[in-house]
């Protein structure tokens, strides 16, 4: 097996992914990079096997998804719409040789939209937090939330990732409180890895519109359980459908990344604390997520407990997010279980239950039966 990996050369993903290969005795990868497909390289050949790694972390590459004449300033929230429209001619680029793909394009499109994402995991009974209608801007947002009756929501950019422009958002006896990971400045808008606490309507106010012209995806704030003095959620990664890995993130505000300042916690504890029969549902539900991308090898997911223990819901699923330094299961980290899977069978075996690609065909309005989380905060 000859692998290709389309990234960034020099970024830790690719170096990562890079040295699990090697490990397992096959030839290093070659490195397709993202600046080379986004001006025309030829796409990789029928027979070559292609996982395709995040675009992020590299300026030049961001100019070329965004077709700017100029990069964006250092932690600058601009044009994430067109940044997801770049990875989709991109994907495009990269298929059109008929390789094999590990992240399926149909797929990855998907993961990078929220909106598009919280549909097709409500379709398929995945219980994840209620949406709002869309919202196109503060006046819209606020109407939506007095509509619905909800005191506390997520505002989220649609094809936003690493809680980059996320605003955790409280409206209370006419008051507003807002934490969030962007610094705004008269010039444009900044995401700080130090989450900043908003109280005035109109800073927070200008902050969503401006958010809102690259599209908003909106959910109901769930409380979540929590160990100590912190309230805890787990990234986990399925393989081939399986959830293989997982991570507790632990952090006294609402914005739980890691990359954020907050503290890894305690796996064996958080399982404890939700007993037997609850980790077993939630895990059941990881493999149901991975099941609605069934031609992607894998995919990182945002699971949430909630308080009480007895529920859980899912908050996010990554199309990139198998960056867990140092976790390991049975030996392997992420990485390396992902080229166990190409080795042994699972992978075939999972494209093979997989059937036909259907695009979005079951993406549809949740009805009777399927789980949307409507929790009274």
Known sequence: ???????????????????????????????????????????????AVVRIDSPGEDAEVDRL???????????????LADTYAGLLRGLDRVAAGGAELLNDPADVAVLCDKR????????AGVPVPAALPPVHGWAQ?????????????????????????????AVARGRVQAVTTVEATPDGL?????????????????????????????????????????VVDLRVVA????????????????????????ARGDLAELRAAAGPAAWAAAMETCERVARCFPRTLQVGI??????????????????FGDLLPGVLADGRDT??????????????????????????????EPSAGREVLTCAV
């Open 116 to 123: 598009r994402c919280h549909a097709r995991l409500s379709a």
């Open 141 to 169: 947002l606020r109407s939506a939330m007095a509509a619905a009756r909800w005191s506390r929501v997520f505002v989220k950019p649609a094809h936003g990732s690493s809680a980059a422009g996320v605003v955790a958002l």
């Open 239 to 262: 393989v081939a459908g399986r959830p293989t890995h997982a991570v507790v993130r632990a952090a006294r505000g609402p914005l739980t990344n890691l990359h954020l300042g907050n």
């Open 65 to 79: 998804l965004r077709r700017s004449a100029s990069p964006a300033r250092h932690g600058e929230l601009v044009g």
């Open 1 to 47: 097996m000859r692998l290709t990996v389309v990234g960034n050369p020099g970024n830790r993903r690719v170096a990562l992914f890079t040295r699990a290969v090697l490990a397992a005795g096959l030839p290093r990868p070659q490195v397709l990079p993202w600046a080379d497909v986004l001006t025309g390289a030829a796409s990789p050949g029928a027979d």
């Open 190 to 230: 900044f995401n700080s890895l130090r989450p900043r606490r908003y109280t005035d309507e109109a800073e927070v106010a200008a902050i969503v519109d401006r958010i809102a012209a690259d599209g908003l995806h909106v959910e109901r704030w769930l409380p979540k359980a929590g160990l100590g003095d912190r």
């Open 335 to 364: 990485y390396a279980e992902q080229v166990r899977a190409l080795t042994d069978g699972r992978w075939t075996r999972w494209l093979s239950a997989a059937g036909p690609s259907r695009g979005d065909a079951a993406v549809r």
């Open 302 to 319: 945002d699971l949430m407990f909630l308080l009480g223990w007895r529920r859980h819901a899912v908050a996010e699923v990554n199309a």
